[in-house]
């Protein structure tokens, strides 16, 4: 309490210690003048009225919080005045210490219930039309109780009230309705109302209350005439008045208070029939039988009040079981609504919540949408398990939601998909952004003992006028494609030309899955040669498309599309039979000059696809062909770790197929592959034999690869080859099997046969 504040209340409480000196020297007939009671009444009411009017000034209170406190301001004033009019009449009339004028006990009165139209003008948001109507009961009970009590034990000296009023039914009013003043100040209290101090008020009720036990003591001072009950009611009154509004005060701004879940039982009822029972009891009643009939009433009232006591106690512990049950019920929903908007591995946003917000932002704009995957993250399921994938996607989803701004939402669309909405950033700010999301997230970081660089490939696009997140998400996707085809690790943002792309890839990928029933495609075979003279060793099998309207289709184009699309798995089967019918004609053409390897490409999902290896072993077994002709030229990124892929190789080993391994270090190279898969050739790619004459890099990379594969016993073939200087430079450091346009080009079986087939003697 400051200063300002703090004075006014001291004051008050002096002036109350004074008079209740006062009163306390008149009961021990210290014989003092009636004057000295009256004169602190009005100071004090001065105070509680200056109080009460600073709390109703205070803007930073509720407007029906200020409203009240004026409101009481005002009844303190006018009970200023009305203690001037009671002290003169006090002091002037026949019975100075008693003497009160009707007009006086009409102030009084209305003094009361202008306090009650006060109270019942808060604000009512925590109480219902039930609340409403008990408030209305308990006051009835209230005015009848406090009328016969009163009416019973205080008017027995209605004589005296009459002589001094003119009759009594002035201070049995002033009582009924300081009862309801009460009540309507507990009932406040208890159901709050707006920014109304919940302290404030029971020092409001407390003043009441004391006010009106302390007023009802003036028919007992008869033999004190210079005392009057009103020197205890308007001190005590006031001060608690000044003491609330300080309360008020220090309370500032005061949130309502909600109800509580369990409903209080309301005490008034059953005060009033105890006292009307104990008041019963103690009348005189002059017959037996009257007596026997009050004490059975009381009985049987008792037991009533016992019995609804019970009822509402068990129905107390009914509806808390309710409560707890709803809390439970409420607690669940949150947990639904929550597991409907979140992913449930990374506990980020899902599609649908990143979809409804996408669609709030649509009508104001200026935003971008990033779509973001991972690129080989199916490797780290397969070589290290599902666990570590997880735990992964999960250190991502922290990377994220670490670089994001306040306003940002990620989200994971499903798998290895995240998507970001950037609200209110420029083009150039979006790239900055998105640059240090692609270099932060692709730090090393260690999960479960395996130390791993996440790489991150990135499509963007900015919306636009009439977008839906459907198209906008389509946008991003197409570009995080190509950004993965440019190689990954970067973003890239959509351009109108990659929908031409992709919609040409897509209608190329229509016609790659009827190529084979409108006879377009063809099998081809490239010789794999003996070093240094360029014998025959084997063949590899090439797939070659003649597209109706586009010509000679480029394998590195179709290839990849089919890998996207699925369509290999169709694809590959389709060439292995056209293979394995060659190798059968072959052998019955050529016979011992047969091809004795043919190489045959097998793509990872091909691996991967269930039934491969069964399909392949019955495949050779309805042709007869020994299944040691056939090599299975795979990548080394289909083998890498552990997994469906490597357990098909190694099942296609036992079945009698060969392995090769194919650009051997142009991927994520492993020597560890040499190990743990059944290799038996290994082959170089073109990008190390370029340069093998040189004195490059690449030479050196030639020469310890022969190096390892000769120390574990592994055939080498390089590939590309396209002069003799290559041939020459490569046979010299070990080589002793190459492919490439210096020996041949890829040609038809029908052409692999006229090569092999022996020339007579004497031709």
Same mark, same amino acid.
């Given at each position: 309490?400051?200063?300002? !504040?703090?004075?006014?209340?001291?004051?008050?409480?002096?002036?109350?210690?004074?008079?209740?000196?006062?009163?306390?020297?008149?009961?021990?007939?210290?014989?003092?003048?009636?004057?000295? /009671?009256?004169?602190?009444?009005?100071?004090?009411?001065?105070?509680?009225?200056?109080?009460?009017?600073?709390?109703?000034?205070?803007?930073?209170?509720?407007?029906?919080?200020?409203?009240?406190?004026?409101?009481?301001?005002?009844?303190?004033?006018?009970?200023?005045?009305?203690?001037?009019?009671?002290?003169?009449?006090?002091?002037?009339?026949?019975?100075?210490?008693?003497?009160?004028?009707?007009?006086?006990?009409?102030?009084?009165?209305?003094?009361?219930?202008?306090?009650?139209?006060?109270?019942?003008?808060?604000?009512?948001?925590?109480?219902?039309?039930?609340?409403?109507?008990?408030?209305?009961?308990?006051?009835?009970?209230?005015?009848?109780?406090?009328? *016969?009590?009163?009416?019973?034990?205080?008017?027995?000296?209605?004589?005296?009230?009459?002589?001094?009023?003119?009759?009594?039914?002035?201070?049995?009013?002033?009582?009924?309705?300081?009862?309801?003043?009460?009540?309507?100040?507990?009932?406040?209290?208890?159901?709050?109302?707006?920014?109304?101090?919940?302290?404030?008020?029971?020092?409001?009720?407390?003043? $009441?209350?004391?006010?009106?036990?302390?007023?009802?003591?003036?028919?007992?001072?008869?033999?004190?005439?210079?005392?009057?009950?009103?020197?205890?009611?308007?001190?005590?009154?006031?001060?608690?008045?000044?003491?609330?509004?300080?309360?008020?005060?220090?309370?500032?701004?005061?949130?309502?208070?909600?109800?509580?879940?369990? !409903?209080?039982?309301?005490?008034?009822?059953?005060?009033?029939?105890?006292?009307?029972?104990?008041?019963?009891?103690?009348?005189?009643?002059?017959?037996?039988?009257?007596? *026997?009939?009050?004490? /059975?009433?009381?009985?049987?009232?008792?037991?009533?009040?016992?019995?609804?006591?019970?009822?509402?106690?068990?129905?107390?512990?009914?509806?808390?079981?309710? =409560?707890?049950?709803?809390?439970? %019920?409420?607690?669940? !929903?949150?947990?639904?609504?929550?597991?409907?908007?979140?992913?449930?591995?990374?506990?980020?946003?899902?599609?649908?919540?990143?979809?409804?917000?996408?669609?709030?932002?649509?009508?104001?704009?200026?935003?971008?949408?990033?779509?973001?995957?991972?690129?080989?993250?199916?490797?780290?399921?397969?070589? #290290?398990? @599902?666990?570590?994938?997880?735990?992964?996607?999960?250190?991502?989803?922290?990377?994220?939601?670490? %670089?994001?701004?306040? /306003?940002?939402?990620?989200?994971?669309?499903? /798998?290895?998909?995240? $998507?970001?909405?950037?609200?209110?950033?420029? =083009?150039?700010?979006?790239?900055?952004?998105?640059?240090?999301?692609?270099?932060?997230?692709?730090?090393?970081?260690?999960?479960?003992? @395996?130390?791993?660089?996440?790489? *991150?490939?990135?499509?963007?696009?900015?919306?636009?006028?009439?977008?839906?997140?459907?198209?906008?998400?389509?946008?991003?996707?197409?570009?995080?494609?190509?950004?993965?085809?440019?190689?990954?690790?970067?973003?890239?943002?959509?351009?109108?030309?990659?929908?031409?792309?992709?919609?040409?890839?897509?209608?190329?990928?229509?016609?790659?899955?009827?190529?084979?029933?409108?006879?377009?495609?063809?099998?081809?075979?490239?010789?794999?040669?003996?070093?240094?003279?360029?014998?025959?060793?084997?063949?590899?099998?090439?797939?070659?498309?003649?597209?109706?309207?586009?010509?000679?289709?480029?394998?590195?184009?179709?290839?990849?599309?089919?890998?996207?699309?699925?369509? *290999?798995?169709?694809?590959?089967?389709?060439?292995?039979?056209?293979?394995?019918? !060659?190798?059968?004609?072959?052998?019955?053409?050529?016979?011992?000059?047969?091809?004795?390897?043919?190489?045959?490409?097998?793509?990872?999902?091909?691996?991967?696809?269930?039934?491969?290896?069964?399909?392949?072993?019955?495949?050779?077994?309805?042709?007869?062909?020994?299944?040691?002709?056939?090599?299975?030229?795979? $990548?080394?990124?289909?083998?890498?770790?552990?997994?469906?892929?490597?357990?098909?190789?190694?099942? %296609?080993?036992? #079945?009698?197929?060969?392995?090769?391994?194919?650009?051997?270090?142009?991927?994520?190279?492993?020597?560890?592959?040499?190990?743990?898969?059944?290799? @038996?050739?290994?082959?170089?790619?073109?990008?190390?034999?370029?340069?093998?004459?040189?004195?490059?890099?690449?030479?050196?990379?030639?020469?310890?690869?022969?190096?390892?594969?000769?120390?574990?016993?592994?055939?080498?073939?390089?590939?590309?080859?396209?002069?003799?200087?290559?041939?020459?430079?490569?046979?010299?450091?070990?080589?002793?099997?190459?492919?490439?346009? @210096?020996?041949?080009?890829?040609?038809?079986?029908?052409?692999?046969?006229?090569?092999?087939?022996?020339?007579?003697?004497?031709?």
């Amino acid at each position: 309490m400051i200063a300002g !504040q703090r004075t006014p209340v001291v004051a008050g409480g002096a002036l109350l210690a004074v008079s209740l000196g006062n009163f306390a020297a008149g009961l021990l007939g210290a014989g003092l003048h009636p004057v000295t /009671g009256w004169l602190p009444l009005p100071v004090m009411a001065v105070l509680a009225a200056y109080a009460s009017w600073q709390v109703g000034r205070r803007t930073e209170l509720a407007a029906p919080t200020r409203r009240f406190w004026r409101h009481f301001a005002a009844c303190v004033g006018v009970l200023t005045v009305t203690l001037v009019l009671h002290a003169r009449d006090a002091l002037t009339g026949p019975a100075p210490h008693q003497r009160i004028s009707l007009p006086t006990t009409a102030l009084y009165l209305l003094l009361l219930l202008a306090l009650v139209w006060a109270l019942m003008r808060l604000p009512a948001e925590a109480r219902s039309r039930g609340d409403w109507a008990r408030f209305g009961f308990d006051a009835g009970i209230i005015l009848i109780t406090s009328g *016969i009590l009163v009416w019973h034990f205080v008017l027995i000296h209605a004589e005296g009230w009459v002589a001094h009023t003119g009759s009594a039914a002035p201070l049995l009013g002033i009582v009924m309705i300081a009862s309801v003043s009460l009540i309507a100040f507990v009932k406040v209290a208890f159901t709050g109302a707006g920014g109304l101090d919940r302290g404030a008020v029971h020092l409001l009720s407390f003043g $009441t209350a004391l006010a009106a036990a302390t007023g009802s003591l003036m028919p007992f001072l008869d033999e004190r005439p210079e005392l009057n009950s009103t020197f205890l009611a308007v001190p005590i009154a006031c001060f608690c008045a000044q003491l609330a509004a300080g309360r008020q005060l220090r309370a500032r701004v005061v949130a309502p208070v909600a109800r509580r879940g369990r !409903q209080r039982v309301s005490v008034v009822p059953y005060l009033a029939v105890a006292g009307m029972d104990a008041m019963l009891l103690g009348t005189d009643i002059p017959s037996a039988e009257g007596r *026997i009939v009050a004490v /059975g009433t009381v009985a049987i009232t008792a037991l009533v009040v016992v019995r609804q006591v019970t009822a509402l106690r068990e129905n107390s512990r009914l509806l808390a079981t309710v =409560d707890s049950n709803l809390s439970q %019920l409420r607690a669940y !929903q949150e947990q639904l609504a929550h597991q409907v908007r979140h992913d449930s591995l990374t506990e980020i946003a899902n599609r649908a919540s990143f979809e409804e917000q996408v669609t709030a932002r649509l009508a104001t704009g200026g935003f971008v949408v990033a779509l973001l995957d991972l690129d080989d993250f199916k490797t780290v399921n397969d070589r #290290l398990g @599902h666990g570590t994938g997880d735990a992964l996607l999960k250190a991502v989803s922290r990377r994220l939601l670490g %670089l994001l701004r306040a /306003g940002d939402t990620v989200a994971r669309l499903g /798998g290895d998909e995240f $998507t970001l909405l950037l609200p209110g950033l420029t =083009d150039t700010e979006a790239a900055a952004l998105l640059r240090r999301v692609i270099t932060e997230v692709q730090e090393p970081l260690l999960i479960d003992g @395996h130390e791993m660089t996440p790489r *991150i490939s990135i499509g963007v696009t900015a919306a636009r006028p009439g977008d839906t997140p459907g198209e906008l998400l389509r946008r991003a996707d197409v570009a995080m494609y190509a950004a993965k085809n440019a190689g990954g690790g970067r973003s890239a943002w959509f351009d109108p030309a990659m929908d031409e792309r992709a919609d040409r890839d897509a209608r190329l990928g229509a016609d790659l899955r009827q190529a084979v029933a409108r006879g377009e495609l063809s099998v081809v075979y490239q010789p794999i040669v003996e070093l240094p003279d360029g014998r025959t060793a084997g063949v590899e099998a090439l797939v070659r498309w003649q597209h109706a309207v586009h010509g000679q289709v480029s394998p590195a184009v179709f290839i990849p599309l089919a890998e996207r699309s699925g369509a *290999i798995i169709e694809l590959g089967r389709w060439i292995l039979e056209q293979v394995v019918a !060659q190798v059968a004609d072959w052998d019955r053409t050529l016979g011992a000059d047969a091809p004795r390897r043919v190489s045959v490409n097998v793509s990872p999902r091909e691996l991967h696809e269930p039934g491969f290896v069964a399909g392949v072993a019955a495949l050779l077994a309805r042709a007869g062909v020994d299944p040691a002709r056939f090599t299975a030229e795979i $990548t080394e990124t289909a083998v890498l770790g552990t997994g469906p892929g490597l357990e098909a190789v190694r099942a %296609l080993h036992e #079945l009698g197929l060969r392995v090769a391994l194919d650009d051997f270090g142009t991927g994520q190279s492993s020597l560890s592959l040499l190990v743990d898969c059944p290799v @038996h050739v290994l082959k170089v790619d073109k990008s190390f034999v370029d340069g093998v004459t040189a004195g490059t890099a690449q030479a050196v990379i030639v020469d310890s690869l022969i190096a390892i594969t000769t120390g574990l016993r592994i055939e080498a073939v390089a590939e590309g080859v396209e002069t003799a200087a290559q041939a020459r430079r490569l046979y010299a450091a070990g080589y002793r099997y190459a492919q490439g346009f @210096h020996f041949a080009r890829p040609m038809t079986g029908d052409d692999i046969t006229q090569l092999l087939t022996p020339v007579p003697l004497g031709a």
